[in-house]
């Protein structure tokens, strides 16, 4: 199993210093943040399963960001540091869902027991998720989410292939998460417990691709004041994943092919061979059976690491599952920018729904997180989305039908109206028109407006 993460929030050097010692004794991954946002960023990136937050810090209150991990993340251990003064404000922290709290200043032992009590816990939920899992037959694959049909099977071949030593190929578009496909295989399978490393192909020389996967010896070139180890050798006994392998040069094909079939690697600038136990989860956008007809990509490799074929669907491909990772998105960037934004609106998700994304999940996200920045209540409207999405969403006028074109004008017009309530700034960079164009068109087609203040 993973080990538990740990975040220490507090601007005394001394404190987190402190605090950072006990629980990396007890075995927890830790980070110090002497500022609250640096730490909501974090956590964005990657979830904590425990946290002590110094309730006074220089750039945001230490409740709020209580609120915050509490609101999105309600599994998280949180215990609040504060001094005798704000013993009051610390007791209702408590009853926010902070498990409990500390008065500086505090001893070791005070500490370790604190956190010895919060390890067991972690404990506890990690081996009741567990037991649902094996009753419901369902693993909850961290940050790769979905409830589709075709997720479920996806799903289903990654706990699948988990289970057998050997190389996969994922086949998928870019921003359907083909490295949380690969994350989730590593993570279900025996070799959960060692490294996983992942590198791009695409865009370097062969010669910074080479050193980055062989690692090198000093002096193997100019600028190698020191031996560095690779990322295959770094990664013996895990997993590597090689995404973009469609746009690795020829050469560095048949130096991993070498790889694949020896086990066993050679430093850039070293004659000493370095066995090698690693497997190989591979990307690719490309139909690399194409490629082999033209030459720019080996026959052999393909067949080594073509061992097992996984494809992951485009997000058009699996529309209800829209909602589900727009709310999650929601949540994600409510902690990152500090906000508490609750909810999209039923026109806004419309749009979310009906759009193509070419850019899969990863073009979502940036939608949301562009939405929860930008929005000022607690809920995502229209006037939060993307122009250019707007633009695309209202050009279908729905039944098709035999009109004139000032009726089609007229329906229009009162489409986009009606669509971001009634908000004639929007509307008018919608339709591209001045203000005063747009009034003189609903005046001239009798279209009852309501505008709202803004």
């Known amino acids: 199993m993973d080990k538990f993460r740990a975040a220490i929030i507090d601007d005394e050097q001394h404190t987190t210093k402190l605090v950072a010692k006990v629980l990396t004794k007890l075995g927890f991954e830790t980070e110090t943040f002497d500022l609250g946002h640096p730490f909501l960023n974090r956590m964005a990136e990657k979830t904590f399963d425990l946290v002590f937050i110094d309730l006074h810090l220089p750039d945001i209150d230490g409740m709020t960001i209580l609120n915050f991990v509490k609101k999105g993340f309600e ?8 001094g005798h003064g704000s013993i ?18 505090f001893r070791l ?22 037991l649902k899992q094996s009753l419901n037959g369902v693993v909850q694959f961290k940050n790769f ?6 997720m479920q099977d996806l799903f289903a071949m990654i706990r699948k292939v988990a289970e057998v030593n050997c190389n996969v190929l994922l086949q998928a ?8 496909a690969a994350r989730a295989i590593h993570e279900l399978s025996p070799r959960r417990n060692k490294t996983f490393v992942s590198f791009n192909c695409g865009g370097f020389t062969e010669e910074l691709i080479s050193s980055e996967l062989f690692g090198h010896e000093k002096g193997a070139f100019t600028g190698a004041t020191a031996t560095k180890i690779g990322l295959l ?19 560095m094909q048949v130096k991993l092919l070498h790889v694949i079939q020896e086990r066993r690697i050679i430093r850039v600038g070293g004659t000493k061979p370095i066995s090698l136990d690693i497997r190989i989860i591979a990307a690719t956008n490309r139909d690399l059976h194409k490629e082999m007809e033209l030459g720019q990509f080996r026959e052999d490799l393909f067949y080594r690491l073509n061992v097992v074929n996984v494809y992951l669907p485009k997000l058009s491909e699996r529309r209800d599952d829209i909602p589900l990772l727009a709310n999650y998105f ?13 909810s999209i609106s039923p026109q806004a998700q419309e749009v979310l729904n009906n759009y ?19 929005a000022e209540g607690d809920t995502i409207g229209m006037r939060e989305l993307p122009p250019d999405l707007l633009n695309l969403a209202f050009s279908a006028f729905g039944p098709s039908g035999l009109f004139s074109l000032e009726e089609i004008e007229r329906r229009h017009i009162k489409h986009v109206l009606e669509a971001t309530g009634f908000n004639k700034h929007l509307t008018s960079h919608i339709l591209g028109v001045p203000r005063t164009t747009l009034w003189r068109r609903i005046k001239k087609y009798n279209i009852e407006v309501d505008f709202e203040d803004e």
Do not use: W
């Open 88 to 105: 009051p404000s610390a007791v209702e922290a408590t009853s926010k869902g902070a498990v409990n709290y500390i008065v500086k200043p």
């Open 145 to 150: 989410i979905g409830n589709t049909k075709v």
């Open 330 to 342: 929601l949540k994600t960037f409510n902690a990152r920018f500090g906000k508490s934004v609750e």
């Open 233 to 251: 050798e770094s990664a013996d006994g895990g997993t590597v994943f090689l995404d973009e392998i469609g746009e690795m040069p020829m050469n």
């Open 75 to 82: 599994d998280i251990e949180a215990v609040i540091i504060t």
């Open 173 to 180: 578009d870019t921003g359907t998460g083909k490295e949380r």
């Open 109 to 130: 032992q005070e500490v370790r027991s604190l956190a010895q009590n919060c390890l067991e816990k972690l404990h506890l939920k990690e081996e009741n998720k567990r």
């Open 356 to 374: 193509n994304y070419p850019g899969n999940v990863r073009e979502l996200e940036n939608i949301i997180q562009r939405a929860v920045a930008l």
